[in-house]
């Protein structure tokens, strides 16, 4: 049987880790390094870093900090934010990444993931999705760090990000996102039963029992992040949690 993960994100503004509601409203949440090498300390499976003005300021990713947190921890870090050539996921690679995830590239420019694929490997790109649900039920796919809606409807376009060559797909509702409420449970499922790839769950992890919830049906594992950094649930206390409850977790 495949764990579950649990993976603490790290959302990156001017050098500095931030969490917000709903995609905004951003507070200062501490130093990305620090925090970094305390999940890796406190058993979490695998690390989210994402420089989340990245494209709207239409800069890349801060290389730089990205490799100070790599020698930091010894657990699978993914990056992203303004990733758009083979030569940005180079240089995050060189910088101590072991995988990348692209957002509103690809949506622009979708035979990115493909390129991006063929050079690195599936397994190195993650397809990160932001979507919300509109009144007609649907989810779509927004862009820019949910500042730009799009009439693309969720599912289909993780389906044809896995069809490209995405080896994973990162699930975040906007909904949801930072309301502590539970994970968007209907959306994740659906999106996991239409590709064969692993799927991680973002937004709305806020008590133990969402992500015992979300990680029993769904998904494959389960993003959060100010629930971490301000110390509200533990990564071991955590995972005890998940155990007890029958959910295979390292």
């Given at each position: ?125 993650v397809l990160a999705i932001d979507t919300k649900q509109h009144a007609d039920g649907a989810w779509y796919v927004y862009l820019n760090g949910g500042r730009v809606a799009t009439e693309r409807k969720c599912i289909d376009w993780a389906i044809e990000g896995v069809a490209r ?86």
């Amino acid at each position: 049987m495949l764990t579950k993960r649990i993976i603490p994100c790290l959302d990156i503004k001017d050098g500095r880790t931030v969490k917000g509601t709903n995609f905004v409203d951003l507070r200062d949440a501490g130093d990305p390094v620090e925090l970094a090498a305390r999940y890796a300390e406190e058993g979490a499976d695998e690390l989210v870093f994402l420089d989340i003005t990245a494209t709207n300021e239409k800069r890349k990713t801060l290389a730089s900090l990205v490799d100070k947190i790599a020698h930091r921890i010894n657990i699978p870090f993914t990056v992203g934010g303004g990733i758009s050539s083979i030569e940005d996921v180079r240089i995050l690679l060189d910088s101590g990444a072991d995988k990348v995830s692209i957002n509103t590239s690809a949506f622009k420019d979708p035979e990115l993931i493909n390129r991006l694929s063929s050079e690195f490997g599936s397994q190195c790109i993650v397809l990160a999705i932001d979507t919300k649900q509109h009144a007609d039920g649907a989810w779509y796919v927004y862009l820019n760090g949910g500042r730009v809606a799009t009439e693309r409807k969720c599912i289909d376009w993780a389906i044809e990000g896995v069809a490209r060559g995405a080896g994973e797909i990162l699930l975040t509702s906007m909904d949801h996102d930072g309301t502590k409420a539970g994970f968007a449970k209907a959306i994740t499922e659906a999106v996991s039963k239409s590709v064969p790839v692993p799927v991680i769950a973002s937004g709305g992890g806020g008590a133990p029992e969402h992500f015992a919830e979300i990680l029993n049906g769904p998904a494959d594992a389960a993003l959060a992040a100010s629930i971490f950094h301000f110390r509200e649930i533990s990564i071991p206390d955590l995972k005890s949690y998940l155990r007890l409850h029958s959910i295979c977790v390292r």
